[in-house]
């Protein structure tokens, strides 16, 4: 009998020590399950390290607007760092070198199953935001047509991020202003130009006669005046 008490015993030792290795190689699994789904979580927007196709989109990208002069080969290397840390300096935005959502928001890189890009609704709202933020409903509808317009022209460049950023185009994106955030009505605007909306009648230029200094722009013909600006073609 003794000797069958100190078998169960054992055994119930065995088991007890089973189930908490069992627990614990659990637990491990859980942990080190958890600091994947961190790890690649991180991994997720590009920087030192990075390679492929999100990375030559932000080289690409960089280079068209004249902050990397380097080679777009998917390496996100020291120069790209470098470029990317420029181009946040100059969005008035925390400037770490690396690209993750806001940042790719500023380049027009966010990507979005729909036609238009979540950050192409976000880039024209915040350009309605820099430029017609004083201006009625109307008038901020009006300006995020006017660079949908010239997506749509052959004289301008095909994309929101390319049209904003086309150079001389729009002053806000060298200045202070740059640095307002979209607010509500700018974002509701954008997406009203978006779904088709154009109260400057087909403009691709537009400008204050007040504070205008260029003479060429008082030369274009006027189709309508909202508020401060004059919108023309």
């Known amino acids: 009998m003794k000797t069958t008490r100190i078998l169960h015993s054992s055994g119930k030792t065995v088991l007890s020590l089973l189930l908490c290795f069992s627990l614990l190689a659990g ?3 859980i942990r080190y399950s958890g600091i994947q789904i961190n790890e690649n979580a991180r991994m997720a927007y590009s920087k030192v390290g990075s390679t492929g196709e999100e990375v030559r989109q932000i080289q690409s990208k960089l280079k068209s607007l004249g ?3 380097g080679t777009v080969d998917g390496i996100y290397g020291a120069r790209t760092q470098s470029a990317v840390k420029a181009f946040q300096k100059s969005c008035g935005i925390s ?3 690396i690209a993750g959502p806001t940042t790719l928001l500023y380049l ?8 238009m890009s979540s950050s192409d609704e976000w880039l024209l709202a915040k350009l309605i935001a820099a430029e017609a933020r004083g201006e ?3 008038g901020q509808v009006a300006v995020g047509a006017v660079v949908l317009n010239r997506v749509a022209h052959p004289s301008f460049p095909d994309s ?3 049209v904003i950023y086309q150079k001389g185009a729009f002053s806000c994106v060298n200045d202070s202003n740059w640095s307002v955030s979209p607010n509500a009505t700018s974002q509701k605007a954008a997406r009203d130009a978006i779904n088709g909306w154009d109260p400057s009648g087909g403009a691709i230029y537009y400008y ?8 060429w722009i008082r030369t274009r013909p006027v189709i309508c005046t909202i508020g401060n600006h004059v919108f023309c073609s």
């Not at 027009?108 to 036609?115: A, N």
Request: glycine share 12%; proline share 3%; aromatic share 10%.
């Open 27 to 29: 637990c491990m699994t």
């Open 67 to 69: 902050f990397y002069n």
């Open 95 to 97: 400037a770490d070198g």
């Open 108 to 115: 027009g890189l966010s990507s979005s199953s729909s036609g």
């Open 136 to 138: 009625s409903y109307k």
């Open 160 to 162: 929101v991020s390319g």
């Open 208 to 215: 204050n006669p007040r504070t205008a200094k260029s003479q």
